[in-house]
């Protein structure tokens, strides 16, 4: 606590002191003697104190000052006063920079400080991981050698930094990043670096859906104008022509209906907010009515195809979807399966999980066209599936309806040998039916 009187009242003591000195000079007869002798005891008690205060703030580790009186009792307990507030400051500056820093490792995005010699001062974990750099060995380097890549140095000298710029990861050639730089105080800069490689990859599809559907139409519509031009304007032309012409106008007018009734399949799939939780679906009934349809399509293809069904195996799902997926699976064999083939069409219970397999013996198809398939319009062979009606749209259907269903397609091929895919549905929208639930149900 600070005392104001404190320096009257040492000042007091010292006065009080030599008056003592002085009159005991007196007495003796030693006056200078005494008060040389006193001025030396009061030089030498303030030289041990200052010793004392020289010794506890540079070698002590004690925080709490040494026990002392008068002046010097206020000496110490004000540079321990400041010292104490010093340490709350600090402390209350560190807890800033800790809830700055959890902050900053918080955020979505990488982000690096760099100051006005364009050297890194700062950056956050995800900067170390997005970028690659080594910390805290980068920490001072030149942000253009950290981050080696000519369109983010000229990005950095054009001193435009309104719009960001999207960059090839410099360390992984897959990802597109978003490169920000966000100047302050004049000097420092922030680069806020994020990923949009999924929202590149979106934009890229959507540009290359529009041009596949234009394309597909594009075909059939041709077609159909070239025979509309050749029919004179009176309708006047042979028989045999006008027979083909138009049966070849109603196959192509039939792939384009078929084309947009898939696309608009798998619009509404896409959109649908159908709960799958919902309703039980009698799966081998659906599976015995695709069934009587393959064989009607099976009839000019010879194929034979087994039905391996679980009468008492429903799951939890969407009618139409699955019928979809389903289907495709099953017309997809029958299409792509050379004459005669073998097609074997299972629907059993395993480990508590319904499973779907279609297999096939026919061609098969080449690795590096499996993990291509379910893309839209993706097509292994365009001429021969464009002679099977194929749009390259069917097993797209099919992997948004296994995800809406918390399912996936796998897909084993081998050249030659044939194909099997596959789905297997969790054991929560599993369900086992016994006969009398399955009377029921079906009332
Ligand atoms: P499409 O409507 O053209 O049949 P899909 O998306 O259903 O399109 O299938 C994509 C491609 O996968 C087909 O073009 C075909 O080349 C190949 N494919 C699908 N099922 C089979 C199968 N069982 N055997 C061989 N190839 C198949």
Redesign the pocket.
Known sequence: MYHPFAWLTSIARVIAFMTCCALLGLYINYLAFTLLFGTVGLLSLHYWRLYRLNYWLWHSKKISPPTSRGIWSHVYQGIYGANLRNRNKRKTLGEIIKRFRQGSEALPDAALIINDCAEITWCNRLARIELGLQWPEDLGQKVYDCIDNEEFTTFYHSNRYERPIEIVSPINSNKVLEFRLVPYEDVQFMVLIRDVTRLTQIEKMRKDFVANVSHELKTPLTVINGYLEMIPENGDMSEPMMKKAISEMRSQSMRMQSLVE?LLVLSRIEASTERVFEKIINVPQLLWQIQAESEALNRNRLHKIFFDISPDLYVYGIESELRSAFS??I???????PNKGV?EVRWSLQAGQAVFV?K?N????AAE?IGR??????????A???T???????????KHVLSHHNSHLV?R?TVGK??A?SCRFSAELTCLMDQKTRNNYSL
């Open positions: 898939e495709n699976m017309f997809n064999a029958i299409h792509y399966t097609i279609v096939d026919g061609d098969g198809i066209h398939l379910t893309e839209r319009f993706y097509r292994v062979d365009k021969r599936s464009r099977t009606g194929g749009s390259g749209l069917g097993l797209s259907i099919v897909i091929s044939g194909s895919f």
